[in-house]
């Protein structure tokens, strides 16, 4: 699958997942505002029921004080007269509950306005028949009470509260299909949206059935590639290693090659340098007789340098001049070829992983060049350092290296000041080795570690090798070697070290 194809489908099952969420949203936005919807609804049709309950409560009551007031008259028996004072207690009450479960309708509070006046007149018309009673006339009080069963207050609260189950009715019929319908259009918005998600669901499953298909066949081609590319890259690194062996034979053999000739001519020099007495008392024999001369002294040695004047004077000079630059770039050139073997022999050396106590390894390099260390009036401090599993030669090689390179390169005058420090991160030691030397040029940070390549003014012995082998023990060691620095501003050399290296990296040539 190319990576347009591939693309293509990420932004698929984007735009899926993406279209997913944002119908379970939708389903449960509506949902709630539908729900609500249902919940106020069904409150009014209650609010409904509730109002036609307390108007059937009110009518209840006016009868209730209606029949206790008519036994009273009969047989004037006090618990008619209680039950009728209980009856007449709730009835204005009622009125003042019934107000307020209409307050939200116009027309049921105009009703109830209307409803007050009749029943307070019922109210007093009961009143008066029970006054009566208690002054014992029986004939005056059920007289009265029967002239007001046909009054008009008794016909008008009939026509109110007729009136006022009718809008309750109207309103319970109304409320009731609203209600449905928002019931109706839930269970809708439900089914469709389960359908939907169903929907969906069918296809992110033939997606990923799909994927995991393509993913299958990612791996199978991605274990073959990686099949072929174990097998690719153990002919290579086979070939490196036998490009590296014969690179490494070839530097010894080399070596040893030049190492030949340079012994004759360090053998015809030092020849040349016995004769030198000898040619040059010949000449000077021979510009003696030329001149006349005096002889030489009778105690002269034969080693006595002859005295010589003007050019044959010169020439001894220069002869002795040529000769102490042969035997100085010889002594170069020796010690070239030995580090070059030394390299060599390095490379072949096979590395063996042991757990190191770093700290007690670093007081060992700065204890053997404690004798350098104060002729320099330098300190060197250890601050803590975390263990590692490494080659132990090695490490001293890197350290000694950087230490000696530290004290070597301070600036006269200046007491000097080195610190080892490290610490851990990412399963990596790193450990730095910081000094106030003369420092190094930006320009030079690369060159440095080259290999016969030097930075800066050459006042120090050296061969430009030691950061060379250094930088290559450290990449063998799987880790890397950087530099900071600046003119005149100290240097600071980072090494990162592998915190356990395993013997799988064990002789890897980097």
Do not use: C
């Amino acid at each position: 699958m190319n990576t347009k194809a591939q693309r293509r489908r990420a932004l698929g099952q984007i735009l899926l997942l993406a279209a997913g969420f944002s119908v379970l949203v939708a389903i449960s936005a509506l949902s709630v505002i539908l729900v609500h919807e249902a919940r106020k609804d069904s409150g009014k049709v209650v609010h409904t029921v509730e109002v036609e309950n307390q108007l059937s409560t009110l009518l209840l009551q006016i009868r209730r004080a209606e029949s206790s007031a008519r036994g009273y008259l009969l047989t004037s028996e006090p618990r008619f007269l209680t039950e009728h004072e209980s009856a007449t207690a709730t009835i204005l009450p009622d009125i003042e509950k019934l107000t307020r479960l209409t307050s939200d309708n116009p027309v049921q509070a105009e009703n109830i306005r209307q409803l007050r006046p009749p029943v307070e007149a019922r109210l007093a018309e009961f009143a008066k028949a029970i006054a009566f009673v208690k002054r014992n006339d029986l004939a005056g009080g059920i007289a009265m009470l029967r002239e007001a069963g046909a009054s008009d207050s008794v016909r008008k609260i009939g026509e109110l509260s007729n009136a006022m189950r009718a809008e309750e009715d109207r309103l319970f019929a109304l409320r009731t299909a609203t209600a449905d319908r928002t019931q109706q259009l839930a269970s809708a918005v439900t089914v469709a949206g389960s359908g939907l998600v169903i929907a969906l669901a069918g296809i992110s499953i033939f997606l990923v059935r799909r994927s995991s298909r393509a993913r299958d066949d990612a791996e199978t081609q991605l274990r073959d590639n990686n099949i072929n590319l174990e097998t690719t890259i153990d002919e290579r690194t086979a070939d490196l290693r036998e490009a590296n062996d014969e690179i490494q034979r070839f530097a010894y053999i080399v070596s040893h090659d030049l190492r030949s000739p340079l012994v004759n001519i360090m053998g015809f020099t030092s020849e040349l340098e016995e004769l030198r007495g000898d040619i040059f008392k010949r000449i000077a024999t021979l510009a003696r007789a030329q001149s006349a001369a005096p002889a030489t002294a009778d105690n002269a040695t034969d080693s006595a340098e002859p005295v010589l004047e003007g050019p044959d004077k010169q020439l001894s000079e220069d002869f002795t001049e040529a000769l102490g630059f042969i035997k100085s770039s010889i002594a170069k050139m020796d010690r070239l070829i030995s580090a070059i073997l030394n390299l060599t022999r390095e490379g072949r050396r096979e590395f063996e992983p042991v757990r190191i106590e770093t700290r007690e390894l670093i007081e060992g390099i700065v204890a053997t060049v404690a004798h350098q260390a104060a002729e320099a009036e330098a300190q060197i401090r250890i601050e803590p350092l975390p263990n590692i599993v490494s080659d132990r030669l090695a490490l001293e090689q890197i350290f000694s290296n950087l230490i000696e390179n530290a004290l070597k390169y301070l600036k006269t005058g200046v007491p000097g000041d080195i610190q080892v420090r490290g610490r851990t991160k990412l399963g990596f030691a790193i450990f730095e080795i910081i000094d106030n030397g003369r420092g190094i040029d930006p320009k030079d940070h690369q060159r440095i570690f080259e290999l016969f390549r030097r930075a800066g003014t050459q006042d120090k012995p050296g061969q430009g090798i030691g950061l060379a082998h250094v930088r290559a023990l450290v990449r063998r060691l799987g880790g890397t070697l950087s530099v900071a620095s600046e003119l005149h501003n100290g240097s600071t050399f980072t090494i990162t070290l592998p915190i356990n290296w395993t013997i799988r990296n064990r002789n890897t040539q980097s």
